[in-house]
């Protein structure tokens, strides 16, 4: 993430679905107006670079998911989240480098009916985040919260 105000806003997403954790590379920080009760009830890591972070967190048994537009990827109303998933928001102007998305297992894309074809980061993580909490509660699963 370039942007701590995007960086804040999915903070305090995570924080209203339970999500309970965020990793961020970089120079990631917090607006803690922004993040508001997400500073205090999710844990943000920061690393230099993603791509030992999701070989670590495949070997732990979650599948990593990217938010992204791609040839080959799914759209995000439907789709199918395991219970332990790792969604990966790339970058807001470049979105997802090629040493990561070697590494997803699955890629899902918010479908767009208009323009301009893409969304801001926090608000496309938002609704991503939405859709997974949705999927996993109608599946059955247990909450988010359970998968740290």
């Known amino acids: 993430m370039r942007s701590h105000v995007n960086l804040s806003h999915i903070v305090r997403t995570c924080g209203c679905f339970g999500v309970p954790r965020v990793i961020a590379c970089g120079a ?11 500073a205090d009830s999710v844990v943000l890591e920061i690393h230099r670079s993603l791509p030992p ?3 670590r967190l495949r070997d732990e048994g979650y599948e990593i998911v ?12 439907g789709f ?15 979105g997802l480098e090629d040493d990561v998305l070697s590494r997803l297992d699955r890629v899902a894309e918010i479908p767009m009916y208009g323009l301009p074809h893409s969304l801001n980061a926090a608000t496309s993580a938002s609704i991503a985040i939405y859709e997974y909490c949705r999927w996993v509660e109608a599946a059955g699963q247990s909450s988010p919260r359970t998968h740290a």
């Open 28 to 38: 990631a920080r917090l607006h803690e107006r922004i993040a508001r009760d997400g």
């Open 66 to 77: 990217g938010l992204e537009q791609a040839t080959y990827s799914e759209s995000l109303f």
């Open 53 to 55: 972070v999701l070989d």
């Open 80 to 94: 199918p989240f395991a219970a332990r998933t790792v969604l990966v928001v790339g970058n807001e102007r470049t």
